[in-house]
């Protein structure tokens, strides 16, 4: 299996705090790897060293190795704008622009110099077909994508992340906003995309990480406690605070 | 325990009307205000003022000549050119001083290392606290001279440096602050998780910053540019110290010399008597009604434009 990305003996500290310690965990394509593990376990810390966005933070300090398709992902020299391109990041809440559906969708490829009307509207066409949300706002592309459901929203912003072709996508607890149906969508959609993308995906729902991952990396206190298959890691946790948190027994 | 709630009900009702009074006090002195500046402003348009006949409505609204003083006693004021002098004015304060506010606002929110952005929050705020006549002061004594040296370089006359751009430099200095304390507020209140969204698409920060974030904190910086009219409509003393108070027009031309509904109102009033003391009112009520009218066709203009995709 080809890996997408790799990180070694990764660490992160805020200031004193250290968030992450030594985690080596790799990304394999076109798989869904979820990431699980108690609220501050620095799962969606890890998440963001992949597309720099801690980068935004004062005072992290990021130590060990990050390669995707095997170039450095940290350090001088790295075009952060480049990685981000590849590497799309969905947020927790959904978060549209408050512009049109259409603007939203297109806001990417335009920063990247694309005008060409035409192009354009086949990239938003297709992001949004890939989203499963084209059928949906066919005939409402210039309302504002504010005005849209919750799931709507959250699947917009999939589709406004897809625009950009990435090859990776990272999603931070995507689903913990939406009801239980938009829930489901959201799943299904992450089903087919894995086809054409890898995906990363963080999540507090032992049962979504059963749903739809291939790999599964549990967090705790900083430090990955196990990795593997998913099948593998819920039937048969080798260690005893992976069965403890994967039961229900804390977390 | 029946008594202790009983009591704190009627408290609740003491207290909602002494509330309710208060308001009802505030809100009359508009009404009482409005009407005391009408009834004296219609005088001069339906007394004969003692003997040199009334003033013509459709005369007063649109003549370009305004013949002040006790002087040249008669009906000749044409409020017209004042008027559009007044808008133009405002207008040319807000193209130059939103773009200055707004962009300083986004420099102390988002550019700007902490220590300095406080800084400069501080200055801004004091700015903001100065009294008008200071910034007329400062534009008798530094722009005029200035200007008046520049006019004559470029072969214009200008009554001393007195003009338009003196006057829109005064409003802009007053103007600015405003712009910018009420752009930065609403800069630094946009959900960061947008911007982290325009981020994570690839976009550069600056990119970020002009697309989204100005784009989302827009109805607030809309307010401040309100706000700032609103300043350059009704700011009578600095404006009378630098326009040259020009008694006809319009003045279109950045070094003639201009007179505002304010400034006009303003010049002269504690030394004339009769008809020109009268008419004063009367500007008094077109004031109001521009300042009015201004406001309401801006909120508008905001309700449109913050409702596309707010």
Not at chain 1, 124 to 134: G, I, R, S, T
Not at chain 1, 160 to 176: F, G, H, Q, W, Y
Not at chain 2, 275 to 304: A, Q
Request: hydrophobic share 45%.
């Amino acid at each position: 299996m080809e890996k997408v990305i790799e990180t070694q003996e990764l660490s992160l500290n805020y200031g004193d705090f250290n968030a992450l310690s030594n985690v080596n965990l790799p990304i394999y394509r076109n798989k869904v790897t979820a990431l699980i593990g108690p609220s501050g376990c620095g799962k969606s810390t890890f998440l963001r060293c992949l597309n720099r966005m801690n980068d935004l933070i004062d005072n992290v300090k990021v130590d060990g190795i990050i390669r995707f398709n095997g170039e450095p992902v940290q350090g001088v020299g790295v075009d952060v704008i480049e990685l981000r391109k590849k590497v799309g990041m969905v947020f927790q809440k959904p978060n549209p622009f408050p512009m049109s559906i259409f603007d939203n969708v297109a806001y990417g490829p335009r920063q990247q110099g694309i005008k060409d009307k035409a192009t354009l509207k086949g990239i938003v066409e297709k992001a949004l077909k890939q989203a499963a949300l084209y059928n949906e706002v066919k005939d409402r592309m210039t309302e504002s994508a504010t005005r849209l459901s919750g799931g709507q929203q959250q699947r917009l912003c999939i589709a406004r992340a897809l625009a950009m072709e990435p090859e990776v996508l990272l999603m931070d607890e995507p689903t913990s906003a939406l009801d239980p149906m938009a829930t489901q969508r959201i799943e299904e959609l992450i089903e087919e995309l894995k086809k054409d993308y890898t995906i990363v995906i963080v999540t507090h729902s032992m049962q979504q990480a059963a749903r739809i991952s291939d790999n599964t990396a549990f967090f705790l206190l900083g430090e990955i406690i196990e990795f593997g298959q998913t099948s593998e890691i819920f039937a048969n946790p080798r260690d005893k605070r992976t069965e403890d948190y994967i039961t229900g027994r804390f977390g | 325990m029946k008594g202790t709630r009983t009591s704190l009900s009627q408290i609740d009702t003491i207290v909602g009307s002494l509330l309710m009074i208060l308001a009802l006090v505030a809100s009359s002195f508009i009404v009482i205000i409005a009407a005391f500046i009408t009834i004296r402003g219609i005088l001069p348009f339906i007394t004969d003022n003692n003997g040199l006949g009334s003033v013509n409505v459709l005369q007063f609204l649109t003549d370009t000549v305004w013949l002040r003083g006790t002087t040249f006693l008669s009906t000749a004021y044409g409020a017209g050119f004042v008027i559009i002098n007044t808008l133009y004015i405002a207008f040319l304060t807000v193209l130059m001083s939103f773009p200055i506010g707004v962009l300083t606002a986004l420099f102390i929110a988002k550019v700007a290392p902490r220590p300095i952005a406080a800084t400069m929050r501080t200055i801004i705020e004091l700015l903001a606290s100065i009294p008008s006549i200071v910034f007329g002061l400062v534009g008798v004594g530094l722009f005029l001279p200035v200007i008046y040296g520049i006019a004559r370089s470029m072969g214009y006359s200008s009554g001393g440096g007195s003009s338009v751009i003196a006057t829109v430099f005064v409003l802009s200095l007053m103007s600015i602050p405003t712009i910018t304390a009420v752009a930065e507020v609403s800069i630094r209140q946009v959900d960061e998780s947008l911007e982290q969204a325009s981020l994570a698409l690839g976009a550069s920060p600056t990119q970020t910053r002009f697309k989204i974030t100005l784009l989302a904190a827009k109805s607030g910086i809309f307010s401040g540019a309100i706000l700032a009219v609103g300043r350059s409509l009704g700011e009578a003393t600095a404006v009378a110290l630098v326009s040259g108070n020009a008694r006809s027009g319009p003045s279109f031309g950045l070094f003639e010399t201009t007179a505002t509904i304010t400034s006009t109102l303003l010049q002269g009033l504690k030394e004339t008597n009769g008809i020109d003391y009268d008419i004063r009112f009367s500007l008094g009520i077109l004031l109001m009604v521009v300042i009015l009218t201004t406001n309401l066709g801006l909120n508008f203009i905001k309700r449109k434009v913050g409702n596309v995709h707010g």
